[in-house]
Each structure stands twice: as C-alpha cells, then as structure tokens.
C-alpha cells in the first residue's frame, strides 16, 4: 500500500500498477486504487478489461457516481452504439447526474454533433464557476476543428483563457483541451472530482485521481494542473512548482496556471519569487486585467498596499478600455488596498463603487459599512449597510460583529452585547470580535467579563493590537466608545 501512495506521487506508473495487481490478488485494494487497473485497460484500449473493472467500481460503491460517465466513455471509445445512449440510460443520484450533463455536452462535441453540443453547454450554465468555464473551454477547442465560427461564438467573453483560446482559433491554430477520445474524456471526470478533493485536503485521493487523469492524458495541461494542486495538498510543494512549469505558455490555462504559481510560492513562504512572478507577466507585451489584478494581489501579500491599489486601478483601467465594466470584485480589492495604505479619501469611493455595482452582496456592504463604523463616520449610513449585509448572510460572524459594533456605538449596549455574544460564537477565535464583546461589557460595567474577552482576543491578535489589549486588561478602554 505504502508502494502505491508514493508512486502515484512520484508518477512511477509501473510500480503503481504493480502494486495495485498485489492488493487487487490479495483482496484489499482500495476503491481509488481500482481506478488505475481501469485507466490502464482504458489506455491499451482494453475496452472489455475496461468494462470488468467498472463492474466492480459500481459494485464497491466509493465510486458508483462515476459509473455512467465511465461507461459512456467506454462505449465511445469501444464505439459499441450511442455513447450518449448509454449516459442518458442510467445517471443515478443528483451528484452522478451533475457529472453526467457535463459529459453530455462533451460526447456530443466529440462526436461532431455541433449544435447538440453547444446546447448542452448552454442547459448547463447554471452550474457556474471554473466547472462552466472549463466545459466551455473544452467543447470551443473541439468545434475549432471543423467550425471556427461557432466555436468563437462559444467562446466569447470570459477571462484571460477564452481570449487565448479566442486568438488560437482567430489565428487557424488548434486550441489545445479538446476531447478527442475516451481516454482524454475519462481524464476530465478524474481531473475535476482531483480538484473538488484537493480543497477538502484530501491529499491522498486527490492525488491518485489526478495521476489516473495525467497517465490518460499525459499532455493535458488541466491534468498537470490539478496534479500540481492535489501535490500541493500534501506538502509536496517544489513537486507541485514543477508541475505546473510543464504547461506550455501558449495554453489557454497558463493564466491559471500561473496563478496557481503564484499562490503556492506564497504558500512555501517565497513571497518575493511570487511577486517577481506577477510582476513578469504585467510587464509582459499585451498584458490584461487578469494580469495587473494577480500583480495587486502579490503586492498586498508583501504589505505593498499602495502598489497594490495602483495595480487594481491599472486593471479597471484595461476593461474599461476594452469596452467592459469593470466588477465589483476589482473595485472592492482597489478599496481595500487603498484603506490599508492610509488612503481613505480615495478608498471610500471606490468601495461605494463596488456597492454600486453589487448591492446585494453582503461582504462589499459590510466592508464600507464597517469600514466607516471604525472611523466613526455615517454611522447611520453604516448601520444600513450592515444591517442590509446581516439580513443577507445572518450566519457570517463577521457580519454580525459589524452590526453589533454599530449597536454599540450608537448607544444600544443591550443590543450590542446580545449580537456581540452570537457573533463570538459563531467565530470564537476571532480577535477583533472578542475584542469587540469586551469593549461592550465593559460600558456596562461588566469588568471580570470583559477581561476575559480581551484576554481571548490576544490568544489570535495580531502583534500590532497586543499592546492596546494589554492596557485595556489593566486599567480599561481609555475611551468605552472607542477602540
């Protein structure tokens, strides 16, 4: 067992194999092992050894979700009938039945069945997130084969990766992540369920589900991907760095890619290897938003927040001239920065911006409102926005401590410590709201209580707010309305 778990870390495809036949024989080969005696046959084109160990992937049960988009890909590849026959035949619980309609919409691209397939894309938008754009992405690169209007038509907007997707097929050169075959179809199932464990920390799993996606499509560059995110979950960190390297600069996921990068050399404490990084590509000829974004981010891992701000406006700039309106996502970030660098002239603006253009959202309503709560400013404006922003996420305990900070500075301590004490619970680790709770008992005379709440603020404070707590230990808040 331990043989297999390091191979399909270190990518020993042989002894990985080797090993999983021993346990297969022995009786105890786990579920995920299973899926690389699969892979294996899916690759030697092996379509009925294929088959038999899908029979004993559904009849183990870990993975019976996978089953109907196996099999179709199996039928396809074995072109044994309608592929999409057999995947509409038998998709099972909801989870299977997500995995399946993005499939649908695959098959049906692989197969030339054009306007089926882009229907497809288009029933399944709903789903959201990197998973739409990842089918959008991987149906526009199949139909760039035989129809480069309908495929730039599919490919319109989106990020830094549909533009260069959108060039490749401008300029009649295949796209690269199109779905040619079962093999590569298989590999993006395993790809995307690699990625939703990895965030779960699920090293192991993740792991060997994106070693199965690469052995299927070794020149996969979503494969390499999540095999550098599944390493990075296990503490494999240069491994993951040398994943990622592998994706060609000309691919529609380098942006990611390099995103990716960014954030794991921030992670492996190379805070300024992931500032050069961002840096190189914003300065790169035809650098974009994304570009100058991910540089406003760098920055502001380094305490650069002035050139972080810079970075963000730079990026609002580049959609606007695109024709775009830039999101609220860039104009809360540019907010942010700004009011972290001193600058709050500027910073409120920018935030009111970002309210603007997503009035319902409840972090951009929170963030102005508290920001304006802690400089005392439009505190009735404030306690609107806060208000708005906890009746729309009641169970965020930073939310409900902006609301019990505006309680209490207009005066209702009562109401203040009730909210206070639901936010601490439901975030019992955070400083400023222990701190908060603390301020609150203290106007109401409650001084053993606050104590005890300013003493489980310092546990998680910042060293910055050590001194200021310790002196409210000693002798109290110089001000009882004020931090």
């Known amino acids: 067992m331990r043989a297999f778990r390091q191979a399909m870390a270190a990518g020993d495809e042989r002894l990985a194999l080797r090993a999983a036949a021993i346990l297969d024989k022995a009786k105890v080969l786990p579920s995920d092992a299973r899926l690389i005696l699969m892979t294996d046959a899916v690759r030697r084109g092996d379509w009925g050894g294929a088959q038999i160990q899908v029979d004993r992937i559904e009849s183990e049960g870990a993975f019976d979700f996978l089953v ?14 309608d592929p999409v026959a057999v995947l509409d035949a038998k998709r099972g619980s909801a ?15 692989a197969r030339g069945d054009v306007a089926e397939s882009i229907a497809a894309v288009r029933a399944t938008a709903l789903i959201g997130g990197g998973r739409a754009s990842a089918l959008r992405l ?10 480069r209007a309908k495929a730039l038509a599919l490919l319109e907007g989106g990020d830094a990766s549909f533009a260069a997707a959108r060039a490749l097929v401008q300029a009649g050169k295949p796209v690269p992540g199109a779905i040619d075959s079962a093999a590569e179809g298989i590999s993006t199932l395993f790809v995307r369920l690699a ?49 990622l390297a592998k994706v060609p600069a000309d691919d529609p996921l380098s942006a990611g890619a390099l995103t990716a990068r960014i954030a794991l050399l921030q992670k492996l404490g190379d805070t300024p290897g992931a ?22 981010d760098a920055r502001s891992q380094t305490g650069d927040h002035a050139g972080a701000a810079a970075a963000y406006a730079r990026a609002i700039d580049l959609v606007g001239a695109g024709g775009g309106e830039a999101p609220w ?15 709050w002239d500027k910073a409120r603006p920018a935030l009111q911006k970002a309210v603007a253009l997503a009035p319902e959202n409840a972090v951009v309503l929170n963030h102005l409102g508290y920001a304006q709560l802690e400089r005392g400013e439009n505190i009735e404006e404030a306690m609107r926005l806060v208000t708005r922003a906890s009746a729309l996420r009641p169970e965020d305990a930073a939310i409900t401590d902006s609301l019990g900070w505006a309680y209490y500075l207009r005066g209702d301590l009562p109401r203040a410590i009730e909210t206070l004490e639901r936010a601490v619970k439901g975030d019992p ?25 300013w003493r489980s603020a310092m546990i998680f404070a910042d060293s910055a707010a050590l001194p200021r707590l310790k002196t409210k230990i000693d002798t109290g808040p110089a001000d009882a309305k004020a931090r």
């Open 95 to 109: 989870l299977a039945g997500a995995y399946a309609a993005e499939h649908r919409a695959l098959l049906l691209a």
């Open 429 to 453: 680790g955070e400083s400023a709201i222990n701190e908060h709770l603390g301020d609150a008992y203290w106007a109401v005379g409650r001084r053993y209580e606050a104590r005890y709440a």
């Open 195 to 243: 990625s939703d464990i990895a965030r779960e920390r699920l090293s192991l799993l993740s792991i060997s589900l994106a070693r199965n996606a690469l052995m299927l499509a070794p020149d996969s560059s979503a494969a390499e991907i999540a095999m550098s995110e599944a390493l990075a979950s296990g503490d494999y960190g240069d491994e993951a760095l040398a994943m």
């Open 329 to 343: 996502s860039l104009w809360l970030l540019r907010g942010s920065a700004l009011e972290r660098a001193g600058q």
């Open 68 to 81: 109907p988009v196996m099999r179709a890909w199996i039928a396809f590849g074995a072109r044994d009938g």
């Open 275 to 296: 500032l050069k990084a961002a840096e190189t590509a914003a300065a790169a000829p035809g650098a974009q938003a994304g570009d100058f974004a991910r540089l406003g």
């Open 138 to 147: 991987a149906v526009g690169a199949r139909l760039a084969q035989s129809d």
